[in-house]
């Protein structure tokens, strides 16, 4: 069966002349999307790379101060959503559209698990004193240099994931719930790469700031 | 359906690498640490793309944007990490605060 038999397609808009030309053209702008979003993160890693060789004791209190089991099990949620939802498009291509569906919401549920983890890890952070700029009491108790920029970059990192992980999960709700009324004409291929984008992310926060 | 099991497989895998990773940072292994979670990361993140994206069946197309991506990536860390191991001193000493005389 090929990748696409089993979708109903939509017509195609005015600037396609066929359905493979109109979703060629999406799956390069997706492919441009994602190398962008890999560019902006790695910005990211790349100023956490370079202000921990800086400051490496700073960082080191940080990452130790960070609850790693949360971090980890956070780490398998994403990776068993991704395993999901890749299933959802075999099940999609195959035309057995409930269990897509199924999967589909399956996979979105463990991104609203995530985020609930994730907020958790937050309110510890703020009942700590811990706030995004060297903002609160426990930058009084710890004022090691560094520290600060340590925090900042780990709000900044694992907020703007976390939009995503949002954004992610919104998705997958609305088009899992088309995809188990059989009312989706278009493949499930987009949302999913999206979500394993999210996944590689978390893949390389998760070493930086709990691992390291 | 085979894509069924290797996507399972793929699953399974990832998971282990994620334990592994997790059991190894307890090993204090210095900076040899973050060295194998990076290794591990990179691996997972091959599986991901290989066997989840299934990157190899898309078209030069798409795969072009995403070597793009890639070398971008690739020239941003280089610079990050040139400018790290080569950069020296800052050229000023940070400001001195004195305080105000008395009037």
Redo the contacts between chains.
């Keep these: 069966m090929t ?1 696409a038999a089993a979708t109903t397609h939509p017509p195609t808009h005015d600037q396609f002349t066929t359905l493979e030309q109109q979703a ?1 053209a999406v ?2 702008a ?3 999307f ?3 979003e ?2 902006l993160f ?2 990211i ?2 100023l956490v ?2 202000y921990q ?1 800086d400051w490496p004791d700073a960082f080191r209190i940080g990452i130790a101060h960070n609850t ?1 089991v949360l971090g ?1 099990v956070n ?2 949620v994403l ?2 959503s ?2 999901l939802v ?2 959802a498009v ?1 099940a999609q ?2 035309d057995r559209k409930r269990i897509a569906g199924a999967l589909t919401l399956s996979t979105a549920v463990l991104g609203v698990v995530f985020l609930v983890i994730k907020m958790t890890e937050y309110a510890e952070h703020f009942r700590e004193g811990i706030y995004p700029g060297g903002h609160g009491s426990f930058f009084l108790e710890h004022p090691q240099h560094g520290l600060p920029t340590f925090w900042t970059l780990y709000f900044l990192a694992t907020g703007l994931h976390a939009v995503h992980v949002t954004v992610g999960t919104g998705l997958l709700t609305y088009r899992g719930i088309r995809v188990f009324r059989g009312s989706l004409t278009h493949s499930l291929e987009a949302t ?2 999206y979500w ?1 984008l999210v ?2 992310i978390w ?2 926060l ?2 930086i700031f ?3 | 359906m085979t894509g069924v099991r290797t996507k399972l497989v793929s699953g399974t895998a990832l998971i282990a690498l994620a334990i592994a990773s997790f059991a190894f940072s307890y090993l204090h292994l210095g900076r040899g640490s973050i060295g194998i979670a990076f290794l591990i990361a990179g691996l997972k993140t091959l599986l991901v793309g290989v066997f989840f994206m299934e990157i190899g069946r898309e078209r030069a197309s798409f795969k072009l944007a995403l070597l793009a991506g890639v070398l971008l990536v690739a020239a941003l860390l280089g610079f990050v990490a040139s400018d790290v191991r080569l950069r020296g001193a800052p050229p000023l000493p940070p400001p001195v605060t004195q305080a105000a005389p008395a009037v």
């Design positions: 990748r060629q799956k390069i997706l492919g441009v994602l190398a962008s890999a560019l790695t910005s890693f790349a790379t370079a060789s790693k980890s780490t398998l990776l068993v991704s395993t890749a299933l075999e291509r195959a999913a790469l394993h996944d590689v893949i390389f998760w070493p709990y691992l390291a």
